[in-house]
């Protein structure tokens, strides 16, 4: 098992007490929080939910709504937020071999704030403003995931799930918006087009129904957690 499993992760170093951290992407919708929910079943695995409760409560300010309602407005200071709490994310000591947490500092700057700076939405000298903070943090601080899950999805399903689900500031998410991420979710982790990819990348289908998808969780199980023992 040990052997087929390193070989899948494609020779994720392990060594025996090194803890292991898993960072779960994908576009808004994916999946992300039932893949952590379903995870945190297993005694090894220590889940770090994405702070979003956080960002709709920053001293009373709904952050999110914020961003939401006046992107050209907000933006730069809600992913400054993001860039914060998810590193509170990534430094949070875990007593647990595994820490598997929902999204990373990355995709914040990769996907998210390239999205909004592509889409006229963010100025070019925040834009700058946050890249540098961000260049300063993964320099400094160690905000390394050993695993990336990539929950894939196609831009229909997640637009669907999204209005499913329907949290209110992403009732105006224009559809152009998810398709965009997608694009960018992509062409870090699959095209490998122009950002770095921090560590090794694990895909899977998330375009499946949810229940199906916990299934492929259990099957994968192994692959995901990629225990040395
Ligand atoms: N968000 C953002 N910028 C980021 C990270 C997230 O604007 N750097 C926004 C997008 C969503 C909300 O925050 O409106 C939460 O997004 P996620 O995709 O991270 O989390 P979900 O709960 O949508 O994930 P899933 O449905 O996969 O569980």
Known sequence: LRDRVFSLIGGLKMSAGKKI???????????????????????????????VNKWRDAGGHNLLELMYSDPARYSCMFQSYVQLTMMDNHTAPVEKP???????????????????HRGGLMADAEYAVLDQWFQWITANVNVQPDLIVYLRTSPEVAL????????????????????????????????????PVPC????????????????EFNVRKQEILCRSE
């Open 160 to 195: 669907e799930r999204i209005r499913r689900r329907s949290r209110d500031e992403e009732r105006a998410i224009p559809e152009s918006y998810v398709r965009a991420l997608h694009e960018l979710h992509e062409d870090w982790l699959v095209r490998r087009a122009q950002f």
């Open 21 to 51: 951290t898993i960072c779960v992407e994908g576009n808004i919708g994916s999946g992300k929080t039932t893949l952590l929910d379903h995870f945190a079943q297993f005694p090894e695995v220590k889940t770090i939910s994405e702070p």
């Open 200 to 215: 090794q990348v694990l895909v899977l289908d998330a375009d499946q129904d949810l229940s199906l998808l916990k299934e």
């Open 98 to 116: 595994i820490k598997m947490m929902e999204r990373s500092i990355h995709s914040g700057r990769y996907c998210f704030i390239e999205n909004l």
